[in-house]
């Protein structure tokens, strides 16, 4: 069997279309579908059942897919082992981040991950804490980091770094120096992210905990993006609570006002998440044993 076409192999497993793997690996679609057949050929074996646009495993073909990941972890060792410095481990990291640690993380994990491993390219999706779980949990991505836990026992959690939410408003807004209360925002137009965020997920606890409905804050929008929703605020739309991470460049810079809340001491960590059941790339797990001291 050769090597390549098994990794092609392990792409079209996880992306269920010769497609998305074809875009995945920067290769077309047909030179994926002549690896699948010169590999089904090989064996004697019919891997693949095309079902409507997916391509559906085999039992034959869920049992190579698990051999390949182990031939293909056994081949990264080898490399590994023979590289003197270790700078010529090359491959592909597929990571999914929410919102905040998107954008003020992961770019310096990156930076330091790559000054070890230069050959290291990462193909990085930023969506809300919840559908980072789900990609991590189907296999999706390699590797997920964000705000809040989504309990399976398929996913395992580790926590990186621990911030806390504050709130935030235009500089058009004054609500005194210091702290405030909770009951001190219900007036004011509020802008939120969407339900699936970690931030949003943490802010309906601490409602719940004081007896606040989620009804009473004067939500005037629900936003996608995080950096949108500051953008928001900065114009005076509405007020937000957002993570201290995000908000802190901002206020430093005199771009908005940031607060402290009365009573909200619930600390958050950010965490990187992978699946158990699934075999990583000797880089993705080096990038996952590493993770700690990259921020």
Same mark, same amino acid.
């Given at each position: 069997?050769?090597?390549?076409?098994?990794?092609?192999?392990?792409?079209?497993?996880?992306?269920?279309?010769?497609?998305?793997?074809?875009?995945?690996?920067?290769?077309?679609?047909?030179?994926?579908?002549?690896?699948?057949?010169? +590999?089904?050929?090989?064996?004697?074996?019919?891997?693949?059942?095309?079902?409507?646009?997916?391509?559906?495993?085999?039992? %034959?073909?869920?049992?190579?897919?698990?051999?390949?990941?182990?031939?293909?972890?056994?081949?990264?060792?080898?490399?590994?082992?023979?590289?003197?410095?270790?700078?010529?481990?090359?491959?592909?990291?597929?990571?999914?981040?929410?919102?905040?640690?998107?954008?003020?993380?992961?770019?310096?994990?990156?930076?330091?991950?790559?000054?070890?491993?230069?050959?290291?390219?990462?193909?990085?999706? %930023?969506?809300?804490?919840?559908?980072?779980?789900?990609?991590?949990?189907?296999?999706?991505?390699?590797?997920?980091?964000?705000?809040?836990?989504?309990?399976?026992?398929?996913?395992?959690?580790?926590?990186?770094?621990?911030?806390?939410?504050?709130?935030?408003?235009?500089?058009?807004?004054?609500?005194?120096?210091?702290?405030?209360?909770?009951?001190?925002? +219900?007036?004011?137009?509020?802008?939120?992210?969407?339900?699936?965020?970690?931030?949003?997920?943490?802010?309906?606890?601490?409602?719940?905990?004081?007896?606040?409905?989620?009804?009473?804050?004067?939500?005037?929008?629900?936003?996608?993006?995080?950096?949108?929703?500051?953008?928001?605020?900065?114009?005076?739309?509405?007020?937000?609570?957002?993570?201290?991470?995000?908000?802190?460049?901002?206020?430093?810079?005199?771009?908005?006002?940031?607060?402290?809340?009365?009573?909200?001491?619930?600390?958050?960590?950010?965490?990187?998440?992978?699946?158990?059941?699934?075999?990583?790339?000797?880089?993705?797990?080096?990038?996952?044993?590493?993770?700690?001291?990259?921020?």
């Amino acid at each position: 069997m050769d090597l390549h076409q098994l990794f092609v192999f392990t792409k079209v497993v996880e992306h269920k279309s010769f497609s998305k793997a074809a875009e995945d690996i920067f290769l077309s679609q047909s030179t994926v579908s002549s690896h699948i057949h010169g +590999l089904e050929k090989t064996l004697g074996l019919k891997l693949f059942d095309r079902v409507g646009r997916e391509s559906i495993l085999t039992p %034959q073909g869920e049992r190579l897919y698990q051999w390949a990941l182990k031939l293909l972890l056994i081949k990264d060792q080898a490399i590994l082992d023979l590289t003197e410095g270790m700078a010529e481990l090359r491959g592909i990291i597929r990571i999914a981040a929410s919102s905040v640690p998107g954008q003020f993380m992961l770019p310096k994990m990156v930076k330091q991950f790559r000054e070890q491993y230069p050959e290291a390219l990462f193909r990085i999706n %930023q969506s809300s804490s919840k559908i980072v779980a789900e990609k991590v949990l189907h296999g999706s991505v390699d590797i997920g980091i964000l705000g809040e836990k989504y309990v399976d026992d398929k996913l395992l959690y580790l926590p990186l770094l621990k911030e806390k939410l504050v709130l935030i408003t235009s500089n058009q807004v004054d609500l005194s120096e210091g702290n405030v209360n909770i009951e001190d925002i +219900l007036q004011y137009p509020f802008v939120m992210r969407n339900s699936d965020s970690g931030t949003n997920a943490i802010l309906e606890k601490f409602l719940k905990k004081n007896n606040i409905a989620k009804d009473k804050l004067n939500v005037i929008s629900y936003i996608e993006d995080g950096q949108s929703l500051i953008q928001f605020v900065m114009q005076d739309v509405g007020i937000s609570i957002v993570s201290e991470i995000a908000a802190r460049e901002y206020a430093a810079k005199d771009m908005l006002r940031m607060y402290d809340i009365n009573s909200f001491n619930d600390e958050r960590f950010f965490y990187l998440v992978y699946n158990i059941n699934k075999t990583q790339s000797l880089l993705s797990k080096l990038f996952i044993d590493s993770a700690r001291d990259l921020f």
